[in-house]
């Protein structure tokens, strides 16, 4: 069974973090072990609280998991502390992990920050060279790349300067104002993978979605363009078949047709088109 390694944050609402990455690599047919950074509480309020898991517990997990079953690759995502991020990239050192995604997650979907400030600097000089592949979107991207990115253009140069510390990058399109693009950067030449905006709400996990599938595919075997092409049509059908959950905000939703049943009311489903059947098309879809 080919393993993938998710080193992420626990989302209490169920629909971003270690358990958006969970349900994503298990859809894609691998296995997934897992070491939390942090366990953060959040609903329809927002960002409740986070605590940090310790730099010595998340170390623990990963030798661990990489002793029992080498993982094929390894998604990062959530890593709150200076300490943390030193952490991690010190373990895909001493274990020659490959295939590293990372997903730099900086601020919740809900609001409030889940990178430190102060860990910032520690993650771009310690942690992304270390990456193969570093997947942000564009607000992250403009952080880390400290220029503003509104434009395609601007997300090519923000692209070029994070590829000039190491890792591929892929800039995520869904927060585009007025178009969604991903942008694939792998220091030859940039690829625009275009498609349509998706009418929904119900986002909040799709940047896990992204990255997770994308490490779960270079894990099995698919090259980087065929692995970007992979994660962006899992996460545009997590999204098609996102649901609301109670009062909670909206959630994407990997697992297709396993989860029909989570819509909470038929308006629901109305909202997001038509109904799903057990293997997760659509009717009329083959
Ligand atoms: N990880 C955790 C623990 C989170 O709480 C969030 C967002 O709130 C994310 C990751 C990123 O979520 P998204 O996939 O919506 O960008």
Redesign the pocket.
């Known amino acids: 069974m080919i393993t993938i390694l998710t080193i ?4 209490s609402s169920g629909g ?3 358990q ?1 990455d969970i349900k994503t690599i298990h859809r894609l047919g691998a296995h997934a072990l897992c070491a939390v950074t ?1 366990v ?1 509480t ?1 609903g329809s309020r927002g ?1 409740s609280s986070v605590h940090p898991v310790p730099p010595g517990e998340i170390s623990r997990q990963i030798e661990v998991a990489v002793a029992d079953a080498f993982p094929g690759a390894v998604k990062i ?2 890593l709150k502390s200076p300490g943390a991020v030193k952490t991690v990239a010190s373990l895909i050192e001493r274990f020659r992990l490959s295939n590293v995604v990372l997903d730099p ?1 900086i601020t ?3 609001g409030g920050r ?1 990178l430190d400030v102060e860990a910032l600097e520690t993650f771009l000089s310690e942690l992304v060279p270390r990456a193969d592949v570093v997947t942000p ?1 564009i607000e992250e991207a403009s952080l880390l790349s400290g220029r503003p990115v509104q434009t395609l253009e601007e997300a090519e140069e923000a692209a070029r300067s994070l590829k000039s510390l190491g890792p591929d990058v892929v800039v995520t399109g869904g927060h585009f104002p007025d178009q969604c693009v991903d942008l694939l950067f792998d220091g030859k030449g940039v690829h625009r993978f275009p498609g349509s905006r998706l009418q929904t709400t119900f ?7 992204f990255s997770s599938a994308l490490a779960t595919c270079l894990g099995m075997g698919a090259d980087l363009h065929g692995a970007v092409a992979r994660a962006r049509e899992t996460t545009r059908e997590a999204l098609r078949l996102g649901y609301a959950c109670g009062s909670a905000p909206g959630v994407v939703n990997p697992l297709g047709g396993c989860v029909r049943g989570g819509a909470t009311d038929d308006a629901d489903i109305a909202k997001q088109g038509t109904p799903v059947d057990q293997t997760g098309l659509r009717n009329g879809e083959s």
Do not use: E, F, P, R
């Open positions: 992420a944050g626990s989302d971003a973090g270690i958006a942090a953060t959040q960002l995502g959530m997650v919740a979907t809900a889940l979107n986002t909040h996990g799709s940047g896990c979605v």
